[in-house]
Every structure is written in structure tokens, then in C-alpha cells.
């Protein structure tokens, strides 16, 4: 099954020091670190988005990529930690939930899920029933800093604040169905998504064990 994800923070109006700490993925056991697997990149023209990407070449890509082999994972949470002002770590904990187990692949990238052209693929839409005025803007997980960043979604988000009302954990719970493997590798409906050879690997006997557990 390939896993493609999107750990992401939304800066909005706030120009902060942002870094990366790392990405954890259970029940898989991923552990991925800032500046050994992992790099924080800009890969759309809203400057103001960051992803986690692979520490492979110079190119933004969009994301990571999870390749458990033949081993289906219904349930997964990413745990990711953010550093603001250097020093304040703030953590995204998403909840994804597969709705399906008609194809071998999920995306939280929710472009990824609608109906294709023939040039495209000729995909039929895989968008399950969303709520009234959601978009993937508003819909798709992602950590901010400020607490009115909830009033522009539309998902199920529970925020945790500090003393000055600032973001210190975000907990998210997604929803996503299954989609056909060769979307995640189509060049030319996103030239940004991360490639094959880049995925990481999830031992065959490993996935298996940690996804009936």
C-alpha cells in the first residue's frame, strides 16, 4: 500500500521562525528527523505553506511517501512537532481513516481524489461526501499558530492553547478513501509529488504485525 501525506503548517498572517522537529507515523514505528530524513520545503505559490518533504534533492516536493508493500493500514496517526521562535515545539496529531479497500493507495492530498480527464488519467472522482463549504484549503490537516486559523475549517479539529492564546497542540481526525496507486505517480497532474524511489519502506513483516495490532 503506498501512503502519500502532507504534514503541513500554515503560517497565515504571522511572519514566525519556523523549523521542522520530526514526523512520527503509528502504528508503522516511522521515525523520520529533521536534516537526516527529512526537510522542510515550500512547494506551492502560497509562501506561506510549509511541508515536510524527504531530504532527497533540491526540488519541493509535496509530502512523503509510505510504501508498506502488500500490508493495508485502515487506521494511521502522523504525529508531527513543529519549533516557533526556536524554542516553542508544538505539535499536529492527525488521525487518518481509510473509508475503503477498493485500490492500494491514499493521499491526503485532496486534488488527488476528483475525477480526472483522459489526458489525465480518466479517473472517475473518488471525493466522498464532504461538509456543507469545505474545500481542500479548509479541509485538508494542517498545523497554524493562531487559534483563529479554526474559524477557516472545516474538519474535525480539536486546539490546545497555551497562556497567550497561541496554538500548542493541534489534534485532527481525516478521512480519506482509497485511490488507484498511479495517481500518486502522474507527473503531469503534479510535478511535485514525491516519487517512488523515494518512498520509505516499511518492512513487509513489520506492516503487516503493526497494522492487525
Known sequence: MLIHITPRFYTGNYAI????VDVTVEPLGL????????????PFP??????????AGRKAMNGLLIDTG???????????RWAVFADDVVTHRVKHVVLDDEFDAVSTEMALWHAMCESLGGWESRMPALPANASPASHMPRMAIMP???DQRTGDVVDKLNGAGMLTERLEVFT???IQPE????????????QLQDAFMIPRDQAGQRAAA
Open 31 to 42: 521515525v523520520l528527523r529533521d536534516g537526516v530524513d527529512l526537510v522542510m520545503r515550500q
Open 176 to 178: 480519506m478513501p482509497t
Open 17 to 20: 521562525p519556523l523549523q521542522l
Open 148 to 150: 483563529e486559523d479554526r
Open 70 to 80: 502488500t500490508a493495508r493500514v485502515k487506521e494511521f496517526e502522523v504525529i508531527t
Open 46 to 55: 502560497n509562501k506561506r505553506i510549509y511541508v515536510a518533504s524527504r531530504k
Open 183 to 194: 495517481r500518486l505517480q502522474n507527473r503531469r497532474m503534479d510535478h511535485r509529488l514525491p
